[in-house]
């Protein structure tokens, strides 16, 4: 029991917590006293930070937990009422109660705001060895870059998994992201429930993938369906905004509950642009991952993401996102910082190592300073980690770079086998016959195993 319970003498009897049944969650409260029966209190911003909700005997303030989805919330300070005044001696009960249903599937987005750096191959290595390292836990890949892209590597390479993608896009119903938006502009309000269906076991279609990889197939229908989207942020509700933005974390959410609520993770592979299914996918994330590659434009992109996401302005009086300042008005959560790669993968990154790592070092500099100011827009990790006090302290926590494996990365993407599964030696590759070197293998594959084991 709470300290605060302990003194005041009360029993914290069990919350019980029900999400739907309206715009926001519903909560049953069974209050300390018997003879005070169970309030179901609704608020439509009852998943932002700072929410008030009350009824006849309660008080609450909602706050979100940062390291939960923004759909989790922590009940606080609950304060006893009797009729609509609270009592002489007011009983504070200092609760601590996390939603358990969104806690058990961490989000990572992977974005920049620059095409070209790898972000793709990057989400599809990442998930691919993640499932590998945790075969006792479902990892779910949502493809919202219209090139679908890493769909096409997980479902098999340039030849095969093409082949899967447009049977999988000409199938009726189309079970890709964009048949799941498809559901929602028609009910951009209410939840259908619908989103469970779209989740694609990767392994029936290629056999290098772990079972328990699933996967939101990529569509280039989404930049069709774009300004549909837009469309249902207003006019509507007065918190349009608010529920269409909450639309892959509802995707997410039905999901998990045909999972039976078992923990998960997910990537979200988003599209460069800065467009609303971007703004979707960071809305349903609760850690940021930012690929780079070593050029003048890779830093002028990091910058544009802590301004568009955080708001973090270079001069005062800059003006913000959109994004940003509608979040803030919906009190909704932002994705926190969880860590920045450095990725030689690109055609655009053949650069020296020197030249690479002055680089990383200058864009890391650019991040250290937003962390010296703004701390609390980055995940401290693992678990349990001390906050790090120094700039060293801080690149060893969330800087990391991926090395160019040269013809294995190539072999790897085309034939959709993640690199830590493919071996050295003769390969078919589009009909012509290529060679792994195991030295190329040896340049990469540690460099994807410690990302992640990096990932909680």
Same mark, same amino acid.
């Given at each position: ?27 049953? @409260? ?15 911003? @009852? ?14 303030? &909602? ?68 499932a590998r390292v945790h075969p006792e836990r479902r990892v779910l ?19 095969? !998994?093409?082949?899967?993608? $447009?049977?999988?896009?000409?199938? $009726? ?28 076991? &990767?392994?029936?279609? $290629? ?8 996967? &939101?197939?990529?569509?280039? *229908?989404?930049?069709? *369906? ?53 703004? @979707? ?29 955080? !708001? ?15 979040? *803030? ?11 920045? &790669?450095? $990725? ?16 990383v070092n200058e864009i890391g500099d650019e991040i250290f300073a ?87």
């Open positions: 029991m709470d300290h605060a319970a302990q003194q005041s003498g009360v029993q914290a009897s069990p919350v019980e917590v029900r999400l739907g049944g309206g715009v926001g969650p519903s909560f049953v @409260l069974r209050p300390p006293s018997p003879r005070v029966p169970p309030r179901i209190l609704r608020h439509p911003g @009852l998943s932002c930070a700072g929410a008030r909700f009350h009824s006849h005997e309660w008080l609450g303030v &909602v706050r979100r937990h940062k390291r939960l989805p923004h759909q989790s919330v922590i009940l606080e300070r609950i304060q006893l009422f009797h009729g609509s005044l609270p009592v002489r001696r007011t009983t504070r009960i200092a609760w601590r109660f996390l939603i358990e249903r969104t806690k058990n599937m961490p989000t990572y987005a992977i974005w920049n705001n620059k095409g070209g750096v790898g972000k793709s191959y990057l989400s599809f290595q990442v998930a691919a060895e993640y890949v949502i493809d919202l870059c219209p090139q679908a892209n890493s769909s096409s590597m997980l479902l098999g390479g340039m030849l095969d !998994g093409e082949a899967v993608l $447009n049977q999988i896009h000409y199938a $009726n119903p189309r079970l890709t992201i964009s048949g799941y938006v498809e559901d929602r502009i028609f009910s951009p309000y209410v939840n259908p429930r619908s989103g469970a269906r779209y989740a694609t076991s &990767v392994s029936a279609y $290629n056999n290098a993938i772990p079972r328990n990889l699933f996967l &939101v197939v990529g569509d280039e *229908q989404l930049e069709i *369906q774009s300004s549909r989207v837009s469309a249902a942020t207003s006019p509507g509700p007065q918190d349009a905004w608010r529920i269409v933005h909450t639309w892959i974390s509802d995707l997410i959410q039905d999901i998990s509950e045909s999972w039976n609520n078992e923990t998960f993770t997910v990537f979200i592979d988003c599209n460069p642009s800065f467009s609303i299914y971007t703004e @979707l996918a960071l809305s349903a994330s609760d850690r940021l991952i930012i690929p780079f590659s070593a050029d003048g434009s890779s830093k002028r992109a990091v910058r544009a993401v802590l301004a568009l996401i955080f !708001g973090v302005t270079r001069q005062p009086g800059q003006q913000q996102s959109e994004y940003f300042i509608n979040s *803030q008005r919906f009190r909704m959560s932002l994705p926190e910082l969880y860590m920045y &790669v450095g $990725n030689r993968l690109t055609q655009a990154n053949q650069t020296s190592a020197a030249a690479f790592k002055s680089v937003v962390w010296q100011t703004n701390s609390n827009l980055f995940c401290v990790h693992p678990g349990g980690a001390p906050i790090p006090t120094g700039k060293r302290a801080f690149k060893a926590m969330f800087q990391y770079e991926v090395n160019d494996a040269n013809t294995a990365s190539v072999v790897s993407s085309t034939c959709g086998i993640p690199i830590s599964g493919l071996t050295s030696g003769a390969k078919i590759v589009l009909g012509k016959t290529v060679i792994v070197n195991q030295t190329q293998l040896d340049k990469q594959v540690p460099n994807i195993q410690a990302l992640a084991l990096a990932i909680e």
